[in-house]
């Protein structure tokens, strides 16, 4: 019953959404809506958001750890973004129709030699001006602490953009953690199925931290390595060892 509610208040948030979305678009050429729908599903959901620091409005990159899909309901509701996400993302149903609303930016990471063209996608989008986000460990934590993050999509800061930085951002779901993350070999529906049945509301912190100018961390692994310290520090969590290969 709660999953039927919960998943019921979500698509009646969509259904008020969208059309306002598609207004908006019309007369203004903006749209706030994303963002709203964002935090209404994740209401629905069961997260209680707060957040701390100041996020940046525009010209930014936004690096994150990374747990649970409901990340993307909380860093979403919180400030108007978009989301770097994987190229398949865009066929699923439903998913990739909302996703594109939010003018999503996609990658194709199975592609190993498609780096490049990747973080070029990453640099259009922030030379637009816009605020984007990314999650650069590449992968949920699993609970087990901050995994290192990638660089390769860090790239898309150099050359530096006049203006653009990185903040990072600390996703903290406190004693919830364990329970909250999405462990690779757990079936998504099965995992939306455990989040939305929960009973208890699920706190979660989003502390955006000091930016970073890329020109003075030098290049894009310096970048990576100190933005994933300050999200390290900021949760005092432990450093996480990549999986094996």
Not at 13 to 20: D, H, N
Request: aromatic letters at 6%; one cysteine or more; proline letters at 7%.
């Amino acid at each position: 019953m709660r999953i039927a509610w919960r998943t019921a208040g979500i698509a009646a948030g969509l259904l008020a959404c969208v059309p306002a979305h598609y207004l908006a678009r019309l007369a203004t050429g903006g749209s706030g809506w994303p963002r709203r729908f964002l935090g209404h599903a994740g209401r629905r959901a069961g997260l209680r958001v707060r957040i701390e620091g100041r996020p940046l409005g525009s010209n930014v990159l936004f690096v994150a750890n990374h747990e649970s899909w409901l990340d993307i309901l909380a860093l979403g509701g919180a400030t108007e973004l978009s989301f770097v996400a994987m190229e398949e993302l865009s066929r699923w149903p439903v998913v990739g129709w909302l996703a594109g609303l939010n003018r999503t930016i996609y990658v194709a990471r199975a592609e190993r030699g498609a780096v490049k063209g990747q973080a070029d996608a990453v640099r259009a989008g922030l030379a637009e001006g816009l605020a984007v986000a990314l999650f650069p460990e590449g992968t949920t934590e699993g609970g087990r602490g901050v995994l290192p993050f990638r660089p390769s999509l860090l790239a898309s800061l150099y050359p530096p953009l006049p203006g653009v930085k990185v903040q990072p951002v600390a996703i903290d779901y406190h004693l919830h953690e364990a329970e909250i993350a999405w462990i690779g070999d757990e079936p998504a529906g099965a995992n939306a199925k455990r989040m939305l049945s929960r009973k208890e509301p699920i706190p979660v912190t989003l502390r955006f931290l000091d930016p970073i100018d890329p020109a003075e961390a030098g290049d894009r692994k310096a970048l990576a390595a100190q933005a994933h310290a300050a999200v390290v520090a900021a949760l005092g969590a432990s450093v996480a060892a990549p999986d094996p290969l």
